[in-house]
């Protein structure tokens, strides 16, 4: 007897922009009067949608960036930077992998890029974000996950946890 071995894939469809925003609440002050480093705070999140039987999905990496002097926040800004892959083939656990950890890390380059060029245009020198080991991050929050499963299936029977990752990076 033979056996069929299905071929894993991987294939970027498209990479799009979905969403973009910046704000920079004290306008022309904010660079002007800027005297020293301000404190800027990264918030990564991924998010993903099966979009047909076919193995199409969109999978959306969210950095907010922000950046403070003391109370007064400088600028903000939002990138949603989505991808449409089309992914067969893959065990359930890898499949968690593929879309917490591949999929990021192939979005992330052009995140930063529109992050970087957003924040220029905004006037504020470039805002550089640093290499992110999302296998790391995708490791901890299953670690996580399993600490909450386990706290709540001694307090509630139907606990369920969504595919929200939220990251703080400093």
């Not at 007064?72 to 949603?80: C, P, R, S, W």
């Not at 901890?140 to 946890?161: F, M, V």
Request: aromatic share 6%; with cysteine; hydrophobic share 35%.
């Amino acid at each position: 007897m033979t056996e069929t071995k299905t071929e894993s894939t991987l294939d970027i469809r498209q990479v799009y922009l979905k969403d973009l925003s910046f704000e920079s609440p004290q306008g022309v002050r904010a660079i002007a009067n800027q005297q020293s480093n301000p404190n800027i705070d990264i918030q990564l999140g991924v998010s993903y949608e099966r979009l047909d039987e076919e193995g199409h999905y969109e999978v959306v990496l969210t950095i907010t960036a922000t950046a403070k002097t003391g109370e007064k926040v400088l600028f903000l800004t939002e990138v949603q930077q989505a991808g449409l892959f089309l992914i067969n083939g893959f065990s359930d656990e890898d499949m968690g992998l593929v879309l917490n950890v591949a999929c990021p890390t192939i979005l992330l380059p052009f995140s930063r890029a529109v992050i970087t060029d957003t924040v220029s245009k905004g006037g504020f020198p470039q805002l550089l974000i640093s290499p992110v080991n999302f296998e790391a991050l995708y490791a901890a929050k299953r670690q996580q996950g399993k600490a909450q499963q386990s706290a709540d299936e001694s307090s509630t029977p139907d606990s369920s946890e969504g595919p929200a990752e939220d990251v703080t990076i400093n």
